[in-house]
């Protein structure tokens, strides 16, 4: 299974694409997508659909796990990620992906084994489930490969799914 991982944002967003089958996981690629800060949000948000679509178009996943919108104390920033995450996931349906909404702490769990594991922890877990020389950069991108081990992890485990297409695991 070719699982795409997306840290949503509208300045920058993080991708990580990896290979799970049963517990083997391998990373393939990861990067970022980036808009310009001079531009309107409309040319922003329209470049990310484009640039979304392009992206799953040549890596062809098979489902994309996607964090779900976490309002810290920043909510002008918030509403601006909220437009950019709508973006990825219309592009995700129209490009007919099946959709996996993770919270946070279910990535840190999955991940670390912690719930509420610092991002230095998640970071350094993601660079050795995946065996890379070092933590992917920008964070971003780690971020997004954190999400796909998430629902790698999730998707391979014994236990009976909760959850499904397009809702929150």
Not at 68 to 84: D, K, M, P, R, S
Not at 126 to 138: E, Y
Not at 139 to 160: E, K
């Amino acid at each position: 299974m070719r699982i795409l991982g997306i840290d949503p944002g509208f300045a920058t967003i993080g991708f990580g694409l990896v290979e799970a089958e049963r517990a083997q996981v391998h990373m393939v690629t990861y990067g970022a997508i980036t808009t310009p800060a001079g531009l309107p949000l409309s040319r922003r948000l329209y470049q990310i659909g484009t640039d979304m679509e392009d992206l799953i178009g040549q890596l062809k996943p098979d489902v994309i796990s996607i964090e779900e919108l976490f309002f810290n104390t920043n909510i002008t920033t918030g509403i601006a990620v909220a437009h950019g995450r709508g973006v990825i996931l219309y592009a995700a349906e129209k490009c007919g992906i099946p959709l996996y909404e993770y919270t946070p702490s279910q990535v840190k769990l999955a991940v670390t084994g912690y719930g509420k594991a610092e991002k230095r922890q998640v970071m350094d877990m993601t660079k050795r489930l995946l065996k890379l020389k070092s933590v992917p950069r920008p964070d971003d991108a780690a971020d997004a490969l954190a999400l796909a081990l998430c629902h790698a992890r999730s998707f391979t485990s014994r236990l009976p799914q909760t959850g499904g297409v397009n809702e929150t695991v």
